[in-house]
């Protein structure tokens, strides 16, 4: 009688692992090599989940069958006990109360700073160019009374207003073209140059930007003296007077506004360049695009936000210019001719006590900054730039 060994021959039989391969069906009748070899064959063979004869009993321990549209990597979320996928809690809400205000905590005290300093000043100013508020009012004399827009409509009924404020559109933007000009070339030269002269070239650029306005202001107006002055030695000039023309005043009042303030564009230029790839500069050159092509094409538009920021504080400190006017000019010039609307204030405000009318002048002055501010940054928005 034949029996059937448990090492045997099988043709495709099925064993507790599953389907065993063909390469075992060959094997002899004895535990020899050939069947050691089929039983490291069949050990070699991994069931896949899901797959028929994955084990003996549905409680032999393997994997649970796949679920359509979970990839087989994917570790499914943390369940409820009703089955369904636990929510995950959004970001920003913590577990302890108030979480959401915590960055304004953080902000309170520069916010209460800017408070003090800022918004109540700006308050004031508005309020008092509403009232009449003249010598006779801060003595006490006489009662302070409401005005409405009466002190505005006084203001811009003065020919003379309108004509200090042209003369302050033209300066500043004089001045701020010219400090940027200036400010990005020598940010180009500092790139160029070896240590040392870029070392010399930033010290005297950070000596005229910490100089106080009123002692620059006063070394210009000596270095320009029609007597004693070494400009008008050097030049051949004679004893012309440079603070007794108007133009020849705007002028020499430009130089010393754009000598104190191009460190500042020069600065923030230059760690703008340092910052650019010096692959895209190269790939340029190569290209054979010129110095000028380079900066226009290339390397202006990757400044442009720092560009705008240094144009907006150029227009907000040119445009409210004070102290070089005062100092240089005696005061505004011969007959008021070198008033910016600064001075016009001061004199109004302080000369005149005139106080209402020249918080009014204030108040003009800050709406003109911040329109131009805003217009400003409205175009780059439209041209997709990112601040």
């Not at 009012?137 to 020919?159: C, I, K, M, R």
């Not at 030269?189 to 070392?199: D, G, N, Y």
């Not at 005061?331 to 209402?356: E, M, R, T």
């Amino acid at each position: 009688m034949t029996m059937t060994n448990p090492g045997g021959t099988h043709s495709g039989g099925t064993g507790p692992r599953g389907t065993e391969p063909s390469g075992a069906s060959g094997a002899s009748g004895t535990r020899g090599a050939s069947g050691t070899s089929g039983a490291k064959a069949a050990v070699g063979t991994v069931a896949r989940p899901g797959t028929a004869g994955s084990g003996s009993g549905s409680g032999s321990g393997s994997a649970d069958p796949a679920v359509p549209g979970r990839r087989p990597d994917e570790v499914p979320g943390p369940r409820k006990a009703s089955g369904r996928p636990a929510r995950r809690p959004r970001p920003g809400s913590g577990l302890r109360g108030g979480s959401a205000w915590t960055p304004w905590l953080y902000l309170l005290p520069a916010l209460v700073v800017l408070g003090g300093l800022l918004i109540y000043p700006v308050y004031q100013l508005g309020l008092i160019s509403f009232l009449e508020y003249t010598q006779a009012q801060v003595s006490g004399g006489e009662p302070t009374s409401f005005q409405g827009f009466g002190n505005y409509t006084a203001l811009f009924s003065d020919a003379q207003f309108w004509q200090v404020l042209l003369a302050t559109v033209l300066f500043a933007a004089a001045c701020v073209v010219t400090t940027l000009a200036v400010g990005c070339a020598l940010a180009v030269l500092l790139t160029r140059v070896r240590a040392l002269p870029r070392l010399a070239l930033m010290l005297a650029a950070l000596g005229a930007w910490a100089t106080p306005a009123v002692t620059g202001s006063t070394v210009w107006v000596f270095l320009f003296d029609p007597d004693h002055g070494p400009v008008n030695r050097l030049l051949g000039l004679g004893d012309f007077s440079w603070t007794y023309g108007r133009y020849s005043a705007f002028a020499l009042v430009l130089f010393e506004v754009v000598w104190c303030s191009f460190p500042f564009v020069m600065v923030t230029v230059y760690a703008g360049i340092k910052a650019v790839p010096g692959e895209v500069l190269e790939a340029a050159a190569l290209d054979g695009a010129s110095q000028w092509r380079i900066w226009r094409s290339v390397t202006a538009p990757m400044l442009r936000p720092i560009l705008v920021v240094v144009t907006i504080q150029s227009i907000i400190w040119d445009f409210k210019v004070f102290t070089q006017i005062y100092v240089m000019t005696g005061g505004g010039g011969i007959a008021g001719q070198n008033l910016v609307l600064n001075v016009y204030a001061y004199q109004k405000a302080f000369a005149s006590s005139q106080y209402s009318l020249g918080s009014a002048i204030g108040v003009v002055m800050l709406l003109i900054l911040l329109a131009v501010t805003l217009v400003y940054l409205r175009l780059l928005r439209r041209q997709g730039e990112e601040l």
